[in-house]
């Protein structure tokens, strides 16, 4: 079996190489690429708490911010990775790496709360906690030249999950988790399994779970 992992470049990389460890015969077409917003300095001790929900929300949040960082909590294994790998121990990882399961876990009164993320993230924060919101970047689609022959692609996030089905190849895909998955089956793809846990490790486990190894 041979899989097609569609993430950015960056996400790419070590996911294969852990893929590959595993004797898995893994193949990279990013079909996503991240661009950084410009704006202000991010001045996120200003509030309570500050609300981070992807790996590029982290990365893109240090280019802009100024100021030492009020509490921080983060959606899934993944993000909270992220940020220790910039010095800095979540405050709270929620157990559900959705909005939604962040929106929940949050105490109350959450005070003031900034939600940094995707230009087209969802609202859901907004809403639930009335937090502010500081878009950081935004994901584009990108349309390779040549999509290479698999039997099972891997999407890591909404968009990716859209890229793939807007190139009508119909493979069975292996989502990151249940909002990425929520979308690619909207999209007329077809989910055969979700990382039990929302990271790279949780990708790895449910491709071996597949190939039969």
């Known amino acids: 079996m041979r899989v097609v992992l569609t993430g950015t470049e960056a996400a790419a990389v070590p996911l294969a190489a852990a893929l590959a460890a595993e004797g898995v015969d893994v193949v990279t077409c990013p079909l996503v690429a991240v661009e950084a917003v410009a704006g202000p300095p991010v001045r996120a001790d200003e509030y309570d708490w500050l609300l981070l929900t992807s790996r ?127 979308e690619a089956r909207r999209a007329g793809l077809e989910v055969v399994a979700e990382a039990a846990g929302h990271d790279r490790e949780g990708l790895v486990q449910a491709v071996k779970g597949l190939s039969g190894e």
């Open 56 to 182: 590029n929300a982290v990365e893109a949040l240090f280019e802009r911010l100024e100021g030492d960082l009020p509490r921080v909590a983060v959606v899934g294994p993944g993000t909270a990775e992220a940020l220790r790998a910039r010095g800095r121990e979540p405050d709270l990882v929620a157990s559900v790496s959705t909005q939604e399961g962040l929106a929940a876990e949050l105490p109350r009164p959450a005070g003031r709360v900034l939600f940094a993320g995707a230009v087209d993230s969802r609202d859901v924060l907004a809403r639930e906690l009335g937090a502010d919101f500081v878009p950081l970047y935004r994901t584009v689609a990108l349309r390779p030249k040549r999509f290479p022959a698999a039997d099972l692609a891997v999407v890591a996030s909404p968009s990716a999950a859209r890229a793939l089905a807007a190139l009508e190849r119909g493979l069975p895909c292996v989502s990151i988790g249940p909002v990425t998955s929520t």
